[in-house]
């Protein structure tokens, strides 16, 4: 294996510039999990040039002047990952992300004009070490949740043309809107190409959400809020009974929408539910330490810890709902809502949600796809041709995880990569070490050290 590492890290030097300035980049004797198709692709070639991949197969010639990084048949290489619900908008948080994998991410509100408008356009370029990042401008009808407020259809189509001009790509509906702010909404977010994804509206409600189009539901808990029948008379966290369940995923299915399946972070408020101690312990762990002094404050004050009874019989039933989801063919996507949620470090929540979902039943060839290909295919639905992502095949975007292990064996293998690409620039574990240890020194040098204990 140290021999494998030390070929990894060949041409690194010539990779210091964006992708479309590098030289060609070809991995050699690697087996390949496409995810386009099931199952493994033995000693494969993979040529990658100007941020895209250009052939796979045993027969590929490599161009010359190429890099080459050889996996000896010992390494498989895997479409990166993506965490489609994230409030990260620094570059700390994007090192992170990518030193474990995490190729694109969709940040879900709050993201600053500054991030928006610079480091967005760069990491998009591949000139910095981040995945590919997407945004959605989050718009609410009131501002108890401290979301961008709008009352009106006019100020909603504003809003929306505004978010548009400053590079947002998609709108999140959040709780309160009004029916008739949600019908414009809808009618303008249609003339600027800008989908909807986001919560469940209280006063208008999944069903007509999803009927009016709206291509992703942002948490597999939405629906408990405004789609199952739930007797909260006795429990106010009483689950729904299973026998709902398939009417609701065949309203799913029959719309097409996307539904984020993040069952780590309903975990992991469940857990702190009335429990200072779990607090404690999230801010204590060994990943803490990778998580701003902002996002360690918010941990603290975050509130679930100070509420009573449990939501343990309604984890355990979005396991079995987030499993028939699958089972029907419903595509879901990963999202994490890191950091936002006490627990949620940015990079390593994604990995947690992938063995949840591998725990509720779904196949690791299922999660991988909910993690990689599934998001590609929600973006590529929302916006005709842009490169395409998500798998290892010719004409995508080159963001890939080689790893020491088949993931289709187990998972944890992704945990720990020997080498992630990101729009076609290629980082070897000697260069993503470094960038988590940046993060953790930057925080220190700041005065605000972890709070993780040896």
Known sequence: MRHLIAILTLGLATLAGAARAAPPIAFVHVNVVPLATEGVLPDQTVVVAEGRIQAVGKDVAIPAGATVIDGHGKAWLSPGLADMHVHSDTRTDMSVYLAHGVTSVLNMGEASNSFVGRTKVKANRAEIP????????????????????????????????????????????YNDLAPAVFDALVDETRLQNLPIVG???????????????????????????????????????????????????????????????????????????????????????????????????????????????????????????????????????????????PGMAPGFSLHDDMERLVAAGLSRQQVLAAASRAPGEMVARAFRGQTPFGTVAPGSRADLVLSAANPLDGLATLRQPLGVMAGGRWYGREELQPLLEGVVRRYKEAGFPGEARP
């Open 130 to 173: 981040s995945p590919h990042v997407y945004t959605a401008l989050r718009i609410d009808g009131s501002p108890r949740y401290g979301g961008l407020v709008v009352t009106t259809p006019d100020e909603v189509r504003s809003a929306v043309r505004l978010a548009k001009a400053n590079g947002h790509d998609f709108i999140k509906v």
């Open 199 to 341: 919560h469940g509206v209280t006063s208008v409600g999944l069903r007509k959400q999803l009927a009016a189009g709206q291509l992703m539901v942002a948490h597999a808990e939405e629906f408990l809020y405004t789609v199952f029948d739930i007797d909260t008379a006795k429990d106010e966290n009483a689950a729904p009974d299973d026998a709902q369940i398939p009417a609701v995923v065949d309203l799913v299915k029959r719309s097409g929408a996307f539904v984020t399946a993040d069952l780590a972070t309903y975990a992991a408020i469940a857990r702190q539910w009335g429990q200072p101690a779990v607090v404690q312990a999230y801010l204590r762990a060994p990943e803490s330490r990778y998580v701003s002094p902002q996002d360690r404050i918010g941990w603290k004050l975050a509130g679930y810890d100070g509420r009573s009874g449990s939501l343990d019989k309604r984890l355990a039933f979005l396991g079995r709902f987030v499993k028939a989801l699958s089972d029907a063919g419903v595509p879901l996507i990963t999202g994490t809502d890191a950091p936002a949620i």
